[in-house]
């Protein structure tokens, strides 16, 4: 299964409102596995940044003066996401703006990012698993502990990386793990893996209250069972 993990940086907050994309960032992932193939690029908005998007990723009007426009760079773009599942937070957002560029174009058989791939919304994703916390990206770096100390500002390339951890995370993945044992790729399917570093995984061990918790549970079904279960007679 392929799966491009995306991210946009615009120059405000609202397509409608005639903004336009500055930055995409796309990271390839293959069986759950990062490929190192990426898709990045600045574009000339043909607009001004406003002062409060700047504010937040820190791309200037100068910087992307003598960038591409989205047309000059499109054939590229849907080449790389073209029957990929697209794995976006807020995919809403990035969505819209990619859909109102398309349409901006006004011509071309792809009219809609939908046309050519699907898309994976994260942060609905994450309502289901984390009904009423903070679902945001930095919220679920902290709460899957994966590493954001360089996201001083927001950057699309940097924020799919940090996505696609998280995502790995959020789903039962291991991602050191998987790149560790993809390697140079001399492994055979099903093999054995040895020698592996077992210093390098990170061992959660229970809280006190979670042991009392757990040691109430066990008790509960002791009592229910009539002094039959197995988990106690195996301690």
Known sequence: MRQVVLDTETTGLEHRDGH???????VELVERRLTGRNFHVYLNPEREVEGGAMEVHGITDDFLADKPKFVDILDDFLGFVRDAELIIHN???????LNSELERLGEGEVRRVEDVASVLDTLALAREMHPGQRNS??????????????????????????????????TGGQVDLCLDLAGEGDGVEGEVVTGLD?????????????????????DAIQEASDGRCVWLQQA
């Open 20 to 26: 336009r994309i500055i930055e995409i960032g796309c």
């Open 91 to 97: 995919a809403s957002f990035d969505v819209g703006f």
């Open 137 to 170: 990206l930095d919220a679920l770096c902290k709460r899957y502990d994966v590493d954001n100390a360089n996201r001083e500002l927001h950057g699309a390339l940097l924020d799919a990386e940090i996505l696609a951890e998280v995502y790995l995370a959020m």
């Open 198 to 218: 077992l210093s390098r995984l990170r061992v959660v061990t229970a809280s006190e209250e979670e042991i009392a918790a757990h040691q109430q549970r066990l």
